[in-house]
């Protein structure tokens, strides 16, 4: 049993040998040893998963490695500039804090860049909306819809 | 240097690691060989194994090792043990029934260890686990609290008879009785403290390695406490050499309590290491957390206040009892005892007060300490007393609060703790103007306009952080110290790495300690570095929980700066030809005063570890020193809350309109991170009374609230934003005059919350929580009544 799949991921084309059961976060963070992706939950709650395919926020706990195939595939390791300047979404997240312990932060960040581009001039209740598919446990969320609403208008102003 | 750190709004150093992707919690480490394991769990609340089958499991492909109770047993492979002794009122100890980390004989909740699978991969450790065959005697089970104790109820353990843990109690039972014949006033409230589940976004996990080469065990671990961890498992479970352990806590998403305990999957990873020679990875499913971390609340009380006819606080009488669920958990027995009913005098002179607790055992997982853990529940007895006192009495609900301040300090209370210093009506006035309470009135009857029903609750609270001294906790049960180590390590450059025995998770320890270290040497904070969470590094410590990292922690690291600071003025009075005496420091200038001759800290620093011009006939060379701190007293942060709640009649959905938070925490040493700490405490406090309640289903034991979909904790649009801020009455007795400020969310909320909704629907009490449907049938009744 087994199967190839290749996809892009953060801008580099790879191929990896998985069990057709394989989840993509399993091979995000197993075979590619990329561990900011993280699992909180296992039933798509949490959000902690968050990654982009082909530039859209999903899952990675809820669907198979093989439904990435060809895909183009963006983790929080890749967000940042290649020098380490962090995404506006990153800073903003950083000045407002918007993290506490750290875990669920990945794919609030990978959410709320997703949102931000759909939304470039949220307020404060369509953050909270967008939010329905992340949990954070530390936080309250305050600093979180702060970080995000700041971080929208710095991506919108192109920073 | 330029301005002080200690108070600033100084963004954290451990962000761009968490928000690049780099932190490294305790699954993202991977071991040269690991194996994984997966534990096969009881799906009933109450059986008799007959036998357990391992053949046909053992044949599945990648299995290394299955073990069961039995061979724990047969390896003398202890149980877990409760870290605190309560005894009872007939002075006998606690009923404390074996723990085995996997079961013997018998399971009690549903989770409960039965046996573990240990496999090449996780996918093969899973399919054998599938393969195990338990055959088991189903028995009659009771997870309800108020009945657990009851007679004819199944018994959990023959050694607790009535599934009774102990009955305890505080206070003068005859004077309290006495002063409540005498009252103008009773009010009385039968009170259900919901039981929580914690769920820290990260699971529970433990990989657990040894080496041949030096009979060493390697345990890396999701926990608060890693050296409490290290010593429960090496004094009283696996009877290891302490020196032979080494227990890493990396990044851990998030404790609330629920990793403070020693748990059986720690042990067993631990053990079966040596076993199969092979480090063995457990990471918890989301399923798993919900029945195996331990459980928080869970109390059943009646509360009654006693006042004159002027709402004169005259005395207290409360009788709970507390889950302590199938087993005792490491800290359960101090929980509803010495963390509860100490805290009953809240902000006010109540004279007297009497608390009889029972702690009772029941067909569920262990409950211990969850946020706040003891006060939360004081809290809630306290102030949902008060609030429903003012409105029986028809007195405005803050004014019965003024008539009944703790006005002068050191004050003691009827109930053993003595606050030493605070401002109650600071903080009340605070709370009633930034909530614009003023204002209520208009809002309210806005509300009504558009036919919702608006509430305004207040919840003053007091809570007591930093467990202390050693030797009072000791009298009272404590089976551990309750200090804080810390050490100062300065670099012959003259950057500092410190090594603290707290634990953060979340906290942002690697900040406001760096603050505290930089502020006091006068040296720049990208200069210092935080330690924490491995026992092969930091010296000792007792780990973070009780909101005591700051005030105990930060304390140990305050004094070894002070003996830092202390061996650097006799080496700069060597290198200056001074006197020690004439020697000062400041801001990381070492100065002969009233002279222009001076050395920076980092010279001297190089001069400690350089030493060719060193005073070597009264100093040893190096600049590095430790400190243990064992505090005089708790601390005592307080606050009012103020809450503000539209409700709509029609679907009873409640909507959490404004929400203040005005707190006491004696010194601040990042505000933009108190804050933080108190929006998450708040949002606990919100979900425990508006989202949150484990249900088991009484029949079968079963846990119906198992996943995210069942039990509800707020999402973002749940909560409002807060409004918070701060008054200061610093610590008398730390040197940072600090009080600690990670629980009093959590704590005050829950109260606040209630009295809003019950003044909103006009009803005496709703229980938590106070879900759409909880708060429609709250109405229909009162139509009906």
């Known amino acids: ?159 | 240097m330029g301005a002080p750190l200690i108070g600033a709004r100084i963004e954290r150093k451990e962000d761009y690691r968490f928000l690049t992707g780099a932190g490294q919690y305790t699954d993202d480490v991977v071991l040269p060989g690991q194996t994984h394991a997966v534990f096969v769990r009881s799906p009933h609340a109450h059986a008799k194994i007959r036998s357990i089958r391992k053949d046909e499991a053992l044949k599945k492909p990648g299995v290394l090792a299955l073990f069961t109770g039995e061979d724990l047993a047969a390896a003398k492979v202890g149980g877990l043990p409760c870290g605190w002794l309560i005894t009872d009122v007939n002075g006998q100890p606690m009923k404390e029934p074996a723990h085995p980390c996997l079961a013997q004989g018998k399971v009690r909740y549903v989770g409960d260890h039965v046996a573990v699978v240990i496999a090449e991969t996780l996918e093969e450790a899973h399919e054998a686990a599938e393969a195990v065959h338990v055959d088991y005697e189903v028995l009659p089970s009771v997870v309800d609290t108020a009945s657990a104790s009851s007679k004819g109820a199944p018994q959990l353990h023959e050694n607790a008879p009535d599934n009774t843990c102990y009955v305890w109690a505080i206070g003068d039972k005859s004077v309290v009785d006495k002063a409540f014949a005498g009252a103008a006033h009773v009010t009385r409230l039968d009170l259900v403290n919901n039981r929580l589940i914690p769920n820290a976004v990260e699971p529970r996990a433990a990989t657990g390695a040894y080496s041949r080469a030096d009979q060493s065990y390697t345990l890396y671990v999701s926990n608060q406490n890693p050296h409490v961890e290290r010593l429960l498992m090496t004094a009283f479970v696996l009877s290891l050499p302490e020196h032979k352990v080494r227990v890493v806590a990396p990044d851990v998403g998030g404790g609330f309590g629920s990793k403070i305990y020693i748990y059986a999957e720690d042990v067993v990873v631990t053990w079966a290491a040596k076993q199969i020679n092979r480090p063995v990875k457990w990471t918890a499913e989301r399923s798993e957390s919900f029945v195996s971390d331990a459980h928080g609340r869970d109390h059943v009380t009646v509360a009654e206040m006693a006042m004159d006819k002027d709402g004169k606080f005259l005395a207290m009488r409360v009788h709970t009892t507390a889950n302590v669920g199938a087993y005792l958990s490491t800290f359960a027995s101090c929980v509803p005892t010495i963390l509860y009913a100490t805290l009953l005098a809240g902000q006010y002179t109540t004279p007297v007060i009497y608390c009889e607790v029972k702690a009772v055992f029941s067909n569920t997982t262990p409950v211990d300490a969850y946020r706040g853990a003891g006060r939360p529940e004081a809290t809630y007895v306290v102030e949902r007393l008060v609030e429903t006192a003012a409105r029986e009495m028809k007195l405005d609900p803050a004014e019965i609060r003024r008539r009944n301040f703790i006005r002068s300090f050191p004050y003691q209370t009827p109930v053993a703790l003595c606050y030493d210093t605070g401002d109650y009506e600071a903080t009340l006035d605070g709370a009633l103007k930034l909530a614009d309470v003023a204002g209520y009135a208009a809002r309210k009857k806005a509300s009504e306009a558009k036919g919702r029903l608006r509430g305004l609750g207040y919840a003053a609270y007091i809570e007591a952080c930093g467990i202390a001294p050693s030797a009072v906790a000791g009298s009272l049960g404590a089976r551990a110290g309750l200090f804080e180590a810390g050490e100062v390590r300065v670099h012959p450059t003259g950057s500092v790495t410190v090594f603290t025995g707290s634990h953060s998770h979340g906290q942002g320890h690697e900040t406001t300690f760096a603050q505290v270290v930089a502020d006091r040497l006068g040296i720049g904070i990208e200069s210092v570095d935080i330690v924490h969470g491995d026992t092969s590094k930091v010296l000792f410590g007792m780990g973070t929980y009780g909101s005591r990292s700051i005030a105990v922690g930060g304390t140990a690291i305050v004094k070894a700066l002070d003996k830092i600071i202390a061996k650097g003025k006799k080496i700069a009075a060597h290198l200056l030809e001074a006197s020690e005496s004439d020697i000062e420091y400041d801001r990381g200038v070492f100065k002969v005063s009233g002279t222009d001759k001076q050395k920076m800290f980092g010279e001297v620093a190089f001069a400690a570890y350089v030493p060719h011009n060193y005073p070597h006939d009264k100093l040893e060379p190096g600049l590095n020193e430790n400190a243990f701190y064992d505090p005089a007293n708790f601390t005592f942060p307080a606050g009012t809350y103020v809450c503000e709640v539209e409700i709509d009649p029609d679907t009873g959905k409640v909507s959490v309109e404004r929400f203040t938070a005005v707190d006491d925490f004696g010194k601040i040493i990042n505000p933009m991170i108190v804050d933080g700490q108190v929006h998450g405490g708040l949002t606990q406090g919100i979900g425990q009374a508006l989202t949150e309640g484990c249900i088991y289903d009484k029949d079968s034991g079963q846990l119906l609230t198992g996943s995210f979909m069942d039990y509800s904790i707020p999402r973002a649009d749940d909560v409002p934003s807060f409004k918070v801020d701060t008054r200061e009455t610093p610590c008398t007795h730390n040197p940072l005059g600090v009080k600690g400020c990670g629980e009093a969310g959590a704590i005050g909320a829950p109260a606040a919350m209630m009295n809003a909704i019950t003044d909103a629907l006009g009803v005496k009490d709703v229980p938590m929580p106070a879900t759409p449907q909880t708060v429609w049938r709250a109405l229909q009744n009162k139509k009906a009544a």
């Open chain 1, 1 to 159: 049993m087994g199967v190839k799949v290749s996809m892009t991921v953060n801008g580099k084309k790879l191929s990896s040998d998985v069990e057709e059961r394989t989840l993509l976060v399993t091979l995000i963070r197993e075979h590619l040893r990329l561990t900011g992706t993280h699992v909180g939950c296992d039933t798509a709650q949490c959000g902690a998963c968050t990654v982009h395919m082909n530039g859209n926020a999903v899952k990675s706990c809820s669907m198979l490695a093989m439904q990435a195939e060809g895909a183009d595939i963006l983790t929080i390791e890749g967000v940042a500039a290649p020098d380490g300047t962090l995404h506006p979404m990153q800073a903003a997240f950083k000045e407002n804090h918007g993290l506490q312990c750290g875990f669920c932060t990945p794919g609030m960040v990978m959410n709320a860049i997703d949102f931000a581009k759909r939304h470039p001039v949220a307020g404060e209740q369509e953050v909270r909306e967008g939010l329905e598919g992340n949990l954070c446990r530390c936080t309250g969320y305050h600093n979180i819809v702060k970080s995000i609403v700041a971080g929208s208008k710095a991506m919108a102003a192109g920073k």
